[in-house]
């Protein structure tokens, strides 16, 4: 099967949901991803499609996913598809993926999905974000730094692109709601390793309350502490400190508490727990994002494989509110 790696990103457009079905009857969590699926597409301006692939699905349920915005449902009906195979549906899907190239794949996360996800993932080449979470964003702020270029942390005028987009996202990474997502995370995954770009971030990381018995160390620019050992613990590492030459195999979790702006960059952060000698069958990479103007640029940008550019994106942000 062809790779994903050797084409053109651009050929790439649109968001597809996997509708799950059980017996004939699309399962909950499909209508979920599909209402979930439509802001992501509205956002991106693309379209948004379900595939539902089984034998003899009851017609309701698919004239249905259209009342949870998908544009277009494509349905694959055959009696070898009735009840799930992990081959193929995993050939199936991967086939019309190929065909049709859309952009985005959300696919639920059930034992199916979960099994479905991977595997597709491996077949494509491409990249797995797995629980990926969007978080809240503070709008009224947001929507001041960008009409009045206001530095709220300086409490001065905002004088270039750089800085306005580091207000931004300083306004997006500093809320609530990323913080608690990253707990509710670490219950999950008591052993994990944290991604982070700026001081601020870092402050705020510390300063969470993990828990008595948590070790908590760091890799940055004013620190370079060893991985630590206990049964609970928190790495802190810095994008440009701690991208490469370090390898992890104590745990099978990363989390992106924010997006660095070098596609390189990432991939090798998250290279650092995917190594041949890992004692996981399944690694986990958990990419904190709100539907924030600069998340979503920054991850289209990421998507197609090279590093946002904050002149360009300024430039034509200015451009679309003028």
Not at 157 to 183: F, H, K
Not at 275 to 284: A, V
């Amino acid at each position: 099967m062809a790779e994903f790696n050797a084409m053109d990103t651009a050929a790439f457009k649109g968001v597809w949901v996997f509708c799950e079905q059980r017996e004939g009857q699309v399962q909950a969590i499909s209508y979920q991803l599909l209402s979930e699926g439509r802001k992501l597409a509205n956002d991106l301006g693309v379209e948004l499609c379900g595939v539902v692939m089984g034998s003899e699905v009851n017609e309701d349920y698919l004239k249905a996913l259209g009342g949870y915005g998908a544009d277009r449902v494509y349905y694959i009906d055959s009696p070898l598809l009735k009840d799930y195979t992990t081959d193929g549906y995993a050939k199936v899907l991967c086939d019309l993926i190929m065909e049709k190239k859309p952009e985005i794949m959300l696919i639920g996360a059930t034992n199916l999905g979960r099994d479905l996800g991977p595997r597709c993932a491996a077949r494509l080449h491409t990249g797995l974000t797995a629980d990926c979470t969007h978080l809240d964003v503070d709008v009224a702020k947001y929507k001041d730094a960008s009409k009045l270029r206001w530095n709220p942390y300086k409490n001065e005028p905002i004088t270039n692109a750089g800085e306005l987009c580091y207000v931004w996202r300083r306004i997006v990474n500093s809320d609530d709601s990323r913080q608690v997502a990253l707990m509710e995370l670490f219950e999950k995954h008591p052993k994990m390793i944290v991604f982070y770009n700026f001081d601020y971030e870092l402050d705020i990381l510390k300063n969470l309350y993990y828990g008595d018995d948590v070790e908590v160390a760091e890799w940055n620019g004013h620190k370079h502490q060893p991985i630590p050992t206990s049964d609970s613990w928190v790495y802190l590492v810095q994008y440009t400190a701690g991208a490469e030459g370090w390898n992890c195999i104590s745990t099978d979790t990363i989390v992106f508490y924010s997006q660095n702006y070098s596609y390189k960059i990432m991939k090798q952060s998250a290279g650092r727990t995917d190594r041949l000698n890992t004692p996981f069958k399944e690694l986990y990479y958990y990419h904190l994002k709100s539907r924030s103007a600069i998340d979503l640029a920054i991850s289209r940008a990421l998507s197609e494989k090279r590093n946002f550019n904050e002149t360009k994106y300024v430039n034509s942000y200015s451009k679309r509110t003028a």
